[in-house]
Each structure stands twice: as C-alpha cells, then as structure tokens.
C-alpha cells in the first residue's frame, strides 16, 4: 500500500514561498527517519532535509535558514516549510523514510538505505 503522500508542490516566483507536506503511515512516522530529497532535470537526487523520530533535524547547507522541516505528531505528517525560494530550488521534490539507524539520524548525503519513497511534488520557481 502507499505509505508516503506528498503534496503542496507549485509555482512561485523568486522570494517567494511554499509548504510541502508528506502524509505517512503510523508504523513508518513512528519508527522511520524522514527526510525530503529533490532532484532537478538532469542532477542527482539530493538530500534536503531530514528529521528523526524525535524530531530532531538537519538541513542541507544550501537551504539552511530557508526551508524548515516540521512533524505534526497528530497528523502523522512532516512539513517543509520552504521560504526565499530561488530559481535553483526548483526540482520535483520526495519524501523519503530511512531505518537504518533507528530512527535517530537522517543522512542526506545519498539515496542509499531510504526504504520509502513518496511519489514526488514538482517546485517550480521563476526568476
């Protein structure tokens, strides 16, 4: 079955602002690290920013103090909250979860090891 879902993707102009949000499943918010890649036309995906079942967080070093990642609890859903868009941030963006630690950290630095993936949320921002 599905387990992860995102939303909110759009088009914005530079400056601008956008709020993702990844629905999961209980077992995979409760247990799994969860984190959002994006991958533009013809890159590599990447590792955005990542959260862990505690909730505690960690960012890429081009999106630190822009984007914020967040986790309702109540809603088994985790945010990205993305703020002074550029044109580079356009890319189709995932929400991915990870086991392979525990829960307890969210590695962006590759693909490798995430065991769910959502289906994607295209960002599209203008100059």
């Known amino acids: 079955q599905v387990q992860l879902v995102e939303s909110g993707g759009g088009s914005v102009q530079a400056g601008g602002s956008l709020r993702l949000s990844c629905a999961a499943s209980?077992?995979?918010?409760?247990?799994?690290?969860m984190a959002w890649f994006r991958q533009a036309p013809g890159k590599e995906r990447e590792g955005v920013a990542g959260?862990?079942?505690?909730?505690?967080?960690t960012y890429a070093d081009s999106v630190k103090g822009r984007f914020t990642i967040s986790k309702d609890y109540g809603k088994n859903t985790l945010y990205l909250q993305m703020n002074n868009l550029k044109p580079e941030d356009t890319a189709m963006y995932y929400c991915?979860?990870?086991?392979?630690?525990?829960?307890?950290?969210?590695?962006?630095?590759?693909?490798?090891?995430?065991?769910?993936w959502g289906q994607g949320t295209q960002v599209t921002v203008s100059s």
């Open positions: 209980i077992f995979i918010y409760s247990r799994y690290c």
């Open positions: 959260a862990t079942v505690g909730g505690s967080t």
């Open positions: 991915a979860a990870t086991d392979q630690y525990g829960g307890t950290w969210c590695p962006l630095t590759g693909v490798v090891g995430y065991n769910f």
